[in-house]
């Protein structure tokens, strides 16, 4: 399978604790986005790089919240010292530059307690 | 801002037709999206325009009329594997802005 993978599917933690989410884009993709979803909406833009490089961060992104991308492959979501709010799906998505089309992963599904 | 409207849901008869709403004012276009996405699942494609008409892939189609702001997607000969919430995005550069998505169910 050659489609956006995310590790780990489901993630249960205490408040306060830190997490780290990981996302494998489509390999010959440059374009990496993470979005989060909470129950009955749409995904929500948190982030975007084009190779290593992180262009854009949404005001949704506090500064308990880091995401890397260090060699323009994976990436990764980190979140400090969590709170109940922040449960919520965490979708990456995948774009090559000559394709309009987002190719999503399955998502990590955060519960904090 | 962005503000992408769809209905919250809808249900229909398998075998049937739906058509889905959605409207947009956004501060920037570079096409519009319709994501598949069943509960727990990541959203699929479905169809992307960018010029004005109609789009059309087996069952599903998808309309945009840029001038008013105004697309829909129509899934036709419904099947119950149908059953699913359908996302409008709109493209802004390389962002997407999704509206809250559409519950479809189709009933026996």
């Known amino acids: 399978d050659t489609g956006v993978s995310q590790d780990p599917r489901h993630k249960i933690t205490k408040r306060g604790q830190n997490v780290t989410f990981r996302c494998d884009p489509i390999?010959?993709?440059?374009?990496l986005y993470w979005y989060r979803q909470t129950l009955g909406q749409g995904p929500e833009f948190l982030t975007y790089?084009?190779?290593?490089?992180?262009?854009?961060k949404s005001r949704l992104l506090s500064d308990r919240f880091s995401a890397e991308r260090p060699k323009g492959s994976f990436s990764t979501l980190e979140i400090q010292r969590t709170e109940q709010g922040d449960s919520a799906m965490y979708l990456c998505?995948?774009?090559?530059?000559?394709?309009?089309?987002?190719?999503f992963g399955p998502g990590t599904r955060l519960t904090v307690l | 801002g962005q503000n992408i409207d769809q209905p919250t849901e809808m249900t229909a008869t398998e075998g049937a037709i739906v058509q889905i709403n959605c409207t947009y004012q956004?501060?920037?276009?570079?096409?519009l999206f319709w994501y598949q996405q069943h509960a727990g699942e990541a959203p699929t494609f479905l169809s992307y325009?960018?010029?004005?008409g109609l789009e059309e892939k087996g069952r599903f189609s998808s309309f945009l009329s840029r001038s008013k702001g105004y697309s829909y997607l129509l899934l036709k000969e419904l099947q119950m594997k149908d059953s699913a919430s359908y996302l409008c995005?709109?493209?802004?550069?390389?962002?997407?802005?999704f509206g809250a998505g559409t519950t479809v169910t189709v009933r026996a």
């Open positions: 998505a995948s774009s090559d530059r000559s394709y309009n089309e987002q190719f």
């Open positions: 790089f084009q190779n290593e490089a992180q262009l854009e």
């Open positions: 390999s010959e993709h440059n374009r």
């Open positions: 995005a709109v493209k802004n550069d390389y962002k997407l802005s």
């Open positions: 956004t501060s920037g276009f570079n096409g």
């Open positions: 325009n960018v010029l004005d």
